[in-house]
């Protein structure tokens, strides 16, 4: 299997310009996973979808992110406007299934997108 | 909220020693811990998950456990390699991944 793919893997923009992020997750994975990774804060999770579904997006930060999976093997994550405090790796990850009783998978990760605001 | 720490922030050690890289969290309603390793501008690799019921787990030369009651669990490493320098973070799924700051490892040849 390709893996989880993430595309672009740089992205540099202006301020004030939308930023779309994409994820195409491992074939048959029906969780899916973004998260944002800076020094100051870590590894942050944005939000994860259940058979495309948004399950819980708390860590979305404010409302100019937003994130879509329209099907099972494609996900966005759109920063509109942005803003140089978005710089940051974004991470897709992809699971079996996510969720308690036992029904949890590792998570497998992508390489990344590191976005640059100026 | 869940907190989980990792200590220590950083070690170095010569080639061939044995170590042990620390994981606490404060809420043991868990479904599981993954350990992840990431070397430099790279993504996350997971090496070991260790589901709630579970007290350890083996792979190659790792070693995970998990004591959920105390909120800990470790990665023991044996015979370090320069090859396994990296960062190295564990991750505690409870509905949600909360992710520690990891333990950034530096092997001596």
């Known amino acids: 299997d390709a893996g989880v793919i993430q595309s672009p893997r740089h992205e540099v923009t202006e301020m004030g310009q939308e930023v779309t992020l994409r994820c195409k997750p491992i074939?048959?994975?029906?969780?899916l996973f973004w998260y944002r990774q800076t020094m100051m804060r870590g590894l942050e999770l944005l939000i994860y979808f259940n058979n495309n579904v948004p399950i819980d997006d708390s860590g979305m930060p404010e409302d100019r992110f937003s994130a879509k999976m329209p099907n099972a093997s494609f996900s966005t994550l759109k920063i509109q406007p942005s803003e140089p405090r978005d710089s940051a790796v974004y991470f897709c990850?992809?699971?079996?299934?996510f969720g308690g009783g036992g029904g949890s998978y590792e998570q497998y990760f992508g390489p990344g997108t590191r976005l640059t605001v100026t | 909220k869940q907190e989980v720490t990792q200590i220590p922030a950083a070690l170095s050690v010569p080639e061939g020693e044995n170590l042990v890289l620390n994981c606490s969290f404060t809420?043991?309603?868990?479904?599981?811990l993954q350990w992840f390793r990431q070397d430099p501008g790279k993504g996350l690799t997971s090496l070991l998950l260790i589901q709630s019921s579970q007290r350890e787990q083996t792979s190659g030369r790792l070693n995970a456990s998990l004591d959920k009651s105390s909120g800990r669990s470790t990665l023991y490493i044996a015979a370090s390699q320069p090859g396994d320098s990296a960062t190295y973070l564990c991750a505690v799924n409870a509905g949600k991944s909360t992710f520690g700051d990891g333990t950034t490892l530096t092997v001596k040849p």
């Open positions: 990850a992809s699971s079996l299934e």
């Open positions: 809420d043991s309603a868990i479904y599981n």
């Open positions: 074939s048959g994975h029906n969780s």
